[in-house]
């Protein structure tokens, strides 16, 4: 019998099917194969970027490092020309600060030790500090002014010039301020607080136990006895003296005979020129123009890295922006 046409073409259409679905297979498989190697492609992309953007921030902190490093640098190697050697003594006057002993010794050996260097400004922006520290800073400029007898020492007071930053201007040569600077506050302080009657009140026991009658005399806990006051007060009166004859040694016959003088009042830079606690009113390049007679300043002494700078910018930016936005940015000192 015949086969039935039917038949044959049921089967064709089958044969058909299959063959569009295997294609139809294949182009599927093709597709995620293309798609696969792409997102291999774009993973090793990826790791190369990853591995480029790494190197960029070693060598970036590398770069970092060197830049902090040379930013401590004290003074240059060569000095192509004369100039006066500027040493600022700004901020407290202690121990781990910028203007303490050892920051400011250091500085005023190199400005002395440089041929180039006609002499020596101090410019002062200082409260005060340590009498110790402030001390050793005025002893060590006597030292090399006997060194170097040709290399004077000039103070110049910026806003203000009191106390232990008077003390160390004291041992310059000559004193220059502007007239609106504060100059003087030639005493000691010590102050604190006493805690005695609160702890009762509030039911405290006070418990401190020394080896030695006066070990705790300073304690805000503890009752002062009255021999222990004047005690402290002859440490304090025995440390004025000191001060007053350094400053006394310093500036010599300038002094006008003032009972107030060392009294610890602070006077204005006009005021302090009449007692004889300064020489003149000059800013710091007008004494190096004028009085030196070299223009050019060269400052001595650890500088602030590049990063401590970008930081110390961003914090006044910052800080700027948040005291705006508070309206807490009002400035104006004189009315």
Do not use: C
Request: hydrophobic share 40%; glycine share 10%.
């Amino acid at each position: 019998m015949a086969d039935n046409p039917w038949d044959e073409k049921k089967d064709d259409k089958l044969s058909a099917s299959l063959e569009r679905a295997k294609e139809g297979g294949q182009r599927e498989w093709r597709l995620i194969e293309k798609l696969l190697m792409g997102l291999h492609a774009e993973q090793r992309r990826s790791r190369r970027w990853g591995i480029f953007f790494k190197l960029m921030t070693f060598v970036y902190l590398f770069a970092l490092l060197g830049i902090v490093l040379i930013g401590r640098d004290i003074t240059p190697d060569v000095v192509a020309k004369t100039h006066t050697a500027l040493i600022n003594v700004r901020g407290p006057i202690a121990d781990g600060e910028d203007a303490s002993a050892d920051v400011l010794v250091g500085a005023l050996r190199d400005a002395f030790k440089e041929p180039k260097a006609r002499a020596v400004i101090l410019r002062i922006n200082s409260p005060g500090g340590s009498p110790v520290q402030a001390g050793y800073v005025y002893d060590e400029i006597k030292r090399l002014r006997t060194l170097h007898p040709d290399k004077k020492v000039y103070a110049v007071i910026a806003d203000i010039g009191a106390s232990g930053a008077y003390y160390i201007a004291a041992a310059a040569d000559e004193i220059y301020a502007d007239k609106a600077s504060l100059v003087g506050s030639i005493g000691v302080t010590s102050a604190g607080f006493g805690f005695v009657e609160l702890i009762d009140k509030i039911g405290v026991e006070r418990r401190a136990l020394t080896a030695g009658e006066h070990k705790a005399f300073l304690d805000p806990f503890s009752p002062l006895k009255e021999s222990e006051r004047e005690f402290w007060l002859s440490v304090l009166e025995t440390t004025h003296q000191q001060f007053i004859d350094q400053v006394r040694k310093g500036r010599g016959d300038r002094l006008k005979d003032d009972p107030q003088l060392f009294s610890g009042l602070v006077w204005s830079g006009e005021q302090a020129l009449e007692l004889g606690l300064i020489d003149g009113l000059a800013s710091s390049s007008a004494v190096a123009r004028d009085v030196v007679g070299a223009e050019e300043m060269i400052e001595y002494g650890p500088k602030p890295s590049p990063l401590d700078e970008l930081i110390d910018r961003f914090g006044v930016s910052f800080g700027g922006a948040l005291a705006s936005r508070l309206g807490l940015d009002s400035n104006t000192l004189l009315r």
